[in-house]
């Protein structure tokens, strides 16, 4: 953690931020290699380093990446890059974040005075939340809301208006919502042949087919009771 270069009062994260450039930069890499997807303006990041106007936006990633004490800035740039030249864009941009109520809730992070930081003093919070605007075009986002991300909030609900509070549901409203049902059987068997195939089950009779079953039906085939109990054998 660190202090931002550009915006007073709010603190960067740059391992975390360099780590979001890498996973973009794999994620998009086909995308960035046949588009022209280029800086629109010039981007000063010291008195002896800068991004020219025209620049290709994967050699401001990769700028991001080695000279990490830049990576949120850079993450702002993308950000600002994709939300700017979207409507340009041959294929729709999607953007999926698991768990976004998170982004409403208050950090783990400790300012000197030992106080908790809120989500938008931190300059990645902030910048990624510009994503869940309405003000780009030729784009979707899809969000999930989980309760174990739910920091420093009583458990009393699952639903999205009380996960996202007052400022997460009224930022994302309008929006379609999606009810994502329970596994069925054949779901829940590839999820733990998934489980199994990574080690993640170690008890030899768990692995066997009537193992799964009696997993399976303990649960419910609900997806995050079956990956709890999972963890314990």
């Not at 994620?27 to 290709?56: C, D």
Request: glycine share 4%; hydrophobic share 35%.
């Amino acid at each position: 953690m660190q202090p931002s270069i550009f915006k007073p009062g709010q603190v960067d994260l740059p391992l975390t931020a360099a780590e979001w450039l890498k996973r973009f930069r794999t994620q998009n890499a086909l995308f960035l290699e046949e588009n022209e997807f280029t800086a629109s303006r010039k981007y000063v990041w010291s008195k002896r380093e800068s991004s020219e106007s025209g620049s290709p936006i994967i050699s401001i990633i990769d700028y991001g990446i080695n000279r990490v004490k830049y990576a949120a800035d850079c993450v702002n740039v993308v950000i600002r890059e994709v939300k700017l030249q979207s409507q340009n864009f041959s294929k729709p941009v999607i953007v999926v974040v698991d768990g976004g109520n998170q982004f409403f809730c208050e950090t783990t992070i400790k300012r000197e005075d030992k106080t908790l930081l809120p989500p938008d003093d931190v300059s990645l919070v902030h910048n990624l939340k510009k994503l869940f605007h309405s003000d780009w075009k030729n784009g979707a986002v899809v969000v999930s809301v989980d309760e174990r991300n739910a920091y420093n909030m009583q458990k009393s609900s699952y639903l999205p208006r009380y996960l996202l509070q007052k400022e997460g549901f009224e930022l994302f409203d309008p929006f379609v919502p999606i009810l994502v049902d329970n596994y069925t059987e054949k779901e829940a068997s590839s999820c733990l042949d998934y489980y199994i195939d990574r080690m993640w089950i170690q008890n030899a009779k768990a692995r066997t087919e009537s193992g799964k079953k009696e997993l399976m039906y303990l649960t419910g085939f609900n997806p995050r009771e079956l990956q709890l109990i999972s963890n314990a054998i």
